[in-house]
C-alpha cells in the first residue's frame, strides 16, 4: 500500500504565497515521476506540475509556469509545490500523484499509479 498525504493548503490573498508538501509512504515505494494536478469546482482536474526523479527535470503547463515550482527530497521521500504569486484562479483541490512509468506525457493523469487526497488552496482577491 502506496499513500500519499498532502499538506500546506489553506486560504491566502492574491499576490501571496504557498508551499504544499506531499509525503509518501509505503512499502517499497519507488516512483520516477511525482506530479501535482489540480480541481476547481466544476471543472476538471488539470495537469500543474511534475518532477522526474532521474535528472530532476521539471514540466509546467503555462498557466502556472514562473510561478510555481516543484522539487524533491528523495531522503524524506517528499515533494515540493511552492506557490508565488497566487491569482483567484489557482483555487483548487491540490493533488500530489506519483507515476512507475519514467517517460510518458506528464500533463496525462492515466499515467499515474498513486494520488493523495488533496488539499485545498483558496485564493482571495
Known amino acids: 500500500q502506496v499513500l500519499l498525504v498532502e499538506s500546506g493548503g489553506g486560504l491566502v490573498r492574491a499576490g501571496d504565497s504557498l508551499r504544499l508538501s506531499c509525503a509518501a509512504s509505503?512499502?517499497?515505494?519507488?516512483?520516477?515521476?511525482m506530479g501535482w494536478f489540480r480541481q476547481a469546482p466544476g471543472k476538471e482536474r488539470e495537469f500543474v506540475a511534475a518532477?522526474?526523479?532521474?535528472?530532476?527535470?521539471?514540466v509546467y503547463p503555462d498557466s502556472v509556469k514562473g510561478r510555481f515550482t516543484i522539487s524533491r527530497d528523495n531522503a524524506k521521500n517528499t515533494n515540493y509545490l511552492q506557490m508565488n504569486s497566487l491569482k483567484p484562479e489557482d483555487t483548487a483541490v491540490y493533488y500530489c500523484?506519483?507515476?512507475?512509468?519514467?517517460?510518458?506525457?506528464?500533463?496525462?493523469?492515466?499515467?499515474?499509479?498513486?494520488w493523495g487526497q488533496g488539499t485545498q488552496v483558496t485564493v482571495s482577491s
Open positions: 500523484a506519483a507515476s512507475r512509468a519514467l517517460y510518458f506525457t506528464y500533463a496525462n493523469e492515466q499515467w499515474y499509479d498513486y
Open positions: 518532477i522526474r526523479r532521474s535528472d530532476d527535470a521539471t
Open positions: 509505503g512499502r517499497s515505494f519507488s516512483s520516477n515521476v
